[in-house]
């Protein structure tokens, strides 16, 4: 008899919770076509085509920086110096190619590298150094790559890249922007990798209860600092698309670019305190912001005015997400 | 009855997320009266007393305050009436002092705004005594072990002015002698006219304290029984549902008795002594001591939990060499922690994923990980193990403190280990599930690892151990067969032969 219950009881949770799961895995897609309904009616032209390619091709670098993100969040640290990285990546890449006329593929490795070495240093430093937050480590790496990107090239931009660097930002593959394909891509990927890979799991682990993963057996430092080189890659791989637009390297490129990076990834329903989010509410997150964005710049709302809106946007959809969350754990 | 229940509760029920885990549950305390709550992992014990602390609100269902009707809008609530909580699962500020935590949010002031610390040092030396205890109150309590934490989570209830006590398994991580004090403490209580609510697994303490009994079995109250009317059997089968056959399970003797541990010269943090010892194939190796006596400091030491390793480690004779968990696990170490919340579970994460991720490495296709393998070898532990719920994809978090623990168990169980070391396996498992437990050590050892049981609960060691070592002040002062074991001979190794 009391099992017979129990088992009834199973069935209804379960239908509840499928209820409850969807929302919460669809909730921030929902707001997404809310915002986009909405733009639709007050403006014929947002769901044309050629808007919807240009909000793919603007979204791009802030989608790669902000999957980059998404990784030290998860661990409950944070990345402030991706912007700074980033322009320390293309100023090395401009020297090598245009100054130095080394071969653009060579350049485009190089410009990775340097990403990825960057968040290498601060893998290190948060670990080897035993820095207490990566707060602080990222910050100092902000400061001291920025600095770098003006030094190397005296403040000076470059200009005149050949097509083969250019190709990520600024081709097309039909309709579509090449650098939004790459972004799918790499997408999938990360998706791969924190879903089923061990080091991805551990990434998770190690934010949900450090000293468990510890015990756990998890190299916590080595994975760690794998976190913080693929979030300095991916700024590097981002600075290859902006360069690729605009056609030029300069070294205040980035500058404040990890903001939208970090409200991307909050406003997809990643905690803060670390182990909870995902792949694909970082692109939801990144849409909602690049949206945002298109849809004020063709009711020509000024910038000033876009920042005051997306502050607002981003402590709402906080907000909704930790009432929903109250509205399931305290009862 | 004709005495004026102090608390009563008619026709309690909740429900989380649509699981009505309450139902319909009528309660009472009575003035100086110990009422116990027993009932399976799971059964609804700590959800019930959270809801008279006002932890919890009540879905459906009233609650009486001396006959007259109440409603807390939170824990502080019921404090101001009277209400003082020992809560299963601790709740101390790791960074504050011992003093800091027992008053924290109920400070004792000079004048308007200034901390009175030496009143409040001396309180709080005053209170850890009643439980007899000398822990300093200006330490920190991260530099405490668990069995310590626990005494000052005791301590804690001691500064509200209470006229009910609520104790969610207080003992549970406390030894023969700390318990002892407590249940003295509990008398001197209810000779104060105090009443007490007591949750706790171990039944024969409950025959010693309690005065009526009432056991919940899946949310649902079964009876409330006087404890002089009882015997444990009868509450076993009520709890449960059916009579145990044995608690502890038997094992058929193994001829196998290859040496698989050996330590040597391994020296604790403030000890002078060192410690040597070895572990063999077939035999459940117990290790007894009092709290702090430097079991848990012993065993992660050998797994490299913390940050050096003075002695040497052999494993089947071969010299390993153990910097962290890392090493000790490439070596075939599982360490059962003894803190389920702090170091063992990822409370934000799927039953499955606490359950695999010590063994990740096992389930690999390739680079990617085969969900399927994952998903199958959580489902056979949670059911081995008769986790309730049985959801793969529940949080931990959503887990009563007994069915968390298993969950533990069985993260370590799924790493096929050579050498299991467990620090308090049973801490809060009901008696059903211990013998579950016990059965799969059984299985182990069978399959010839080395098992090795650190408990406070001297039936558990002298019921499973083939050889029992006592530690006191950081070293072994004893070396016992089975045969040899006995309350009064490890007691007295315990206390250092004092
Ligand atoms: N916050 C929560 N969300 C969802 N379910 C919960 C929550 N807290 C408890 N439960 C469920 O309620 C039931 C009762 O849990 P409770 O903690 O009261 O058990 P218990 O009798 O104290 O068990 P134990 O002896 O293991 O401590 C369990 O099935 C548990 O999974
Ligand atoms: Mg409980």
Redesign the pocket.
């Given at each position: 008899m009391a099992n017979v219950a129990f088992d009834e009881n199973q069935e209804i949770v379960k239908e509840k919770k499928t209820v409850k799961a969807f929302l919460n895995k669809f909730g921030s897609l929902i707001g997404l076509i809310l915002l986009c309904l909405i733009l639709a009616i007050l403006n014929r032209d947002f769901l044309s085509l050629n808007n919807i390619m240009n909000i793919a091709r603007q979204s791009s670098i802030n989608a790669l920086l902000a999957i980059g993100m998404l990784l030290p969040i998860l661990t409950a640290g944070i990345d402030l110096s991706i912007g700074s990285i980033l322009a320390l990546s293309i100023m090395c890449m401009g020297i090598a190619v245009v100054n130095m006329g080394l071969n653009p593929i060579a350049g485009l490795i190089i410009c990775v590298g340097t990403g990825a070495l960057c968040g290498w240093v601060n893998g290190i430093l948060l670990t080897k150094l035993r820095l207490p937050h990566p707060f602080i480590s990222t910050l100092g790496m902000m400061n001291i790559a920025r600095g770098l990107a003006l030094i190397i090239t005296a403040a000076a931009p470059i200009a005149g890249f050949p097509m083969a660097v250019q190709f990520l930002g600024s081709s097309f593959a039909g309709p579509i922007p090449v650098s939004f394909i790459l972004v799918v891509i790499i997408y999938i990927l990360f998706h791969l990798f924190l879903t089923r890979t061990a080091t991805g799991k551990y990434i998770y682990a190690i934010g949900g209860n450090r000293d468990a993963a510890h015990l756990s057996g998890i190299n916590v430092d080595r994975v760690l600092i794998l976190v913080y080189t693929l979030s300095g890659l991916m700024s590097g791989l981002a600075g290859l698309v902006l360069v690729g637009r605009v056609n030029s390297a300069f070294p205040l490129a980035g500058l404040d670019y990890e903001l939208d990076a970090i409200a991307a990834v909050i406003i997809g329903g990643a905690s803060f305190f670390g182990g909870v989010g995902t792949v694909w509410g970082t692109m939801v997150g990144t849409l909602i912001i690049a949206v945002l964005r298109n849809g004020l710049n063709l009711m020509n709302i000024t910038s000033d005015l876009q920042k005051t809106i997306i502050g607002i946007v981003i402590i709402a959809a906080v907000f909704v997400d930790v009432l929903r969350q109250r509205a399931s754990k305290k009862q | 009855m004709s005495i004026q229940a102090l608390l009563e509760l008619r026709n309690i029920s909740k429900s989380f997320s649509g699981n009505k885990v309450i139902k319909n549950i009528s309660f009472s305390v009575l003035p100086g009266e110990v009422h116990v709550l027993l009932g399976e992992n799971g059964a609804g014990?700590?959800t019930l007393i959270k809801m008279m602390t006002g932890a919890y609100t009540i879905d459906e269902g009233e609650m009486y305050w001396n006959s007259k009707p109440v409603k807390f809008s939170g824990p502080a609530d019921a404090m101001e009436y009277g209400i003082a909580t020992v809560y299963?699962e601790l709740n101390l500020i790791p960074e504050l002092t011992v003093c800091e935590n027992i008053f924290l949010g109920r400070e004792l002031k000079k004048g308007a705004r200034l901390l009175d610390r030496t009143k409040m040092r001396e309180r709080a030396k005053n209170y850890l005594k009643r439980l007899g205890q000398n822990i300093d109150p200006d330490k920190k309590i991260s530099e405490l072990g668990v069995g310590q934490q626990q005494l000052v989570e005791i301590a804690k209830a001691f500064t509200v002015d209470a006229k009910l006590i609520i104790m969610?398994?207080p003992t549970a991580s406390l030894s023969e002698t700390e318990t002892e004090q407590l249940l003295q403490t509990v008398d001197e209580l209810i000779r104060q006219g105090i009443s007490i609510v007591y949750i706790s697994h171990k039944i024969n303490e409950l025959m010693e304290i309690g005065d009526r009994i009432t056991i919940l079995r899946d949310g649902a109250k079964v009876d409330t029984l006087d404890v002089k009317e009882t015997s444990q059997d009868e509450l076993i089968e009520l709890m449960v549902g059916r009579a145990l056959d044995e608690k502890y399970p038997k094992r058929p003797s193994l001829s196998m008795k290859q040496e698989g541990l050996r330590i040597e010269n391994l020296k604790l943090k403030n000890s002078q002594s060192i410690i040597s010892f070895s572990a063999y194939q077939g035999e459940i190796l117990g290790i007894s001591g009092l709290v702090g006596a430097g079991r848990t400091e012993m065993a992660r030491a050998i797994f490299g939990a913390d940050e050096k390793n003075s002695g040497d480690v052999y494993v089947f004779g071969k010299k390993v060499n153990i910097k962290k968990p890392k090493d000790a696990i490439a070596a075939g170490f599982a360490f059962i922690t003894e803190d389920r919340k702090g170091e063992g579970l990822f409370l934000d994460q799927s039953l499955a994923f606490n359950i695999n991720i010590a063994s990740m490495k096992n389930y690999k296709k390739g680079m990617m990980l085969s969900n399927r393998e994952l998903l199958q070898s959580a489902g056979a532990y949670i059911k081995a193990l008769r986790v309730n719920p049985q959801r793969k994809e529940e949080h931990a978090r959503n887990l009563?403190?007994g069915n968390q623990q298993k969950i533990v168990i069985a993260k370590w169980l799924a790493t096929k280990a050579k050498i299991f070391i467990f620090d308090e396996p049973t801490r809060g498992i009901d008696v059903g599930a211990k013998v579950e437990v016990y059965r799969l050590i059984n299985q182990l050892v069978q399959e010839g690892a080395v098992v090795m049981i650190i408990s406070s609960e001297l039936p558990e060691l002298m019921g499973m151990c083939d050889r029992i070592l006592v530690m006191n002040e950081g070293t072994i002062t004893a070396d016992l067969k089975k045969e040899e074991a006995n309350q009064e001979i490890i007691m007295k190794a315990a206390t250092g032969g004092k």
């Open positions: - | 014990k700590s299963q969610d398994e009563s403190g």
